[in-house]
Every structure is written in C-alpha cells, then in structure tokens.
Nanobody, 120 residues
Framework: QVQLVESGGGLAQAGGSLRLSCAAS????????MAWFRQAPGKEREFVAA??????LRDYADSVKGRFTISRDKNTVYLQMNNLQPEDPAVYYC???????????????WGQGTQVTVSS
C-alpha cells in the first residue's frame, strides 16, 4: 500500500522558516515526480512546487519563487519555506505521480496534509 506521510508543519512567525518533509513508502518511486500543493480554508488546492525523480527539474508557483525550495532524497521530498508570509498558511499536501507539472489531477498519490500557520 502506497503511503505519503508529511511532517514538519506548525507555527512560524512572519518572516520565519519551516521545513516540510514527505516520506513515500509502499513502492519504488523511481521515475515518479513529487510535488507540494496547499489548500487554505475556502480556497481550491493550489500548486506550490514540483520536482522530477532525478531532481534536475524543479518548478515553483510564482507566489513562492525565491522563498521556497523543493528537494528530494530518493523517496523523501522536502519543502524548505523561508520568509513565510501571511498568505502562506494552509494545509500542505505532498503528492507523487508519473506526471510532472502543476495540475493536481496528474498526481496519483497524496498524503494527508500538514498544517502550516503563520503569525504576524
């Protein structure tokens, strides 16, 4: 059974940092891209960042470019979030799939999400 388990969410001050992790298990994820999405209350799930299996390609939403960094080590993907802003609070979801891109429907597996809160 495939599992994606996120960790690292919590409370940070505006301008502060958090690092999210997502550990994938249950199959071999070679050739799978991994990504982060987020969903704030009352809003649709939105793309944050994606990375290919090799790590050579990375893509970011415009709203997080220069502040967030996605990386991976085999079946674990990380999201380093720096300079957190009031618009960043949301539930952050990890996703994996053979698709690499910003559309949530392209990903086959999803984690349960981890809450990120930013205090001003």
């Amino acid at each position: 059974q495939v599992q994606l388990v996120e960790s690292g969410g919590g409370l940070a001050q505006a301008g502060g940092s958090l690092r999210l992790s997502c550990a994938a298990s249950g199959r071999t994820f070679s050739s799978y891209a991994m990504a982060w999405f987020r969903q704030a209350p009352g809003k649709e799930r939105e793309f944050v960042a994606a990375i290919t299996w090799s790590g050579l390609l990375r893509d970011y939403a415009d709203s997080v470019k220069g502040r967030f960094t996605i990386s991976r080590d085999k079946n674990t993907v990380y999201l380093q979030m720096n300079n957190l802003q009031p618009e960043d609070p949301a539930v952050y979801y990890c996703a994996a799939g053979t698709y690499y891109g910003s559309g949530p429907k392209g990903y086959d597996y999803w984690g349960q999400g981890t809450q990120v809160t930013v205090s001003s």
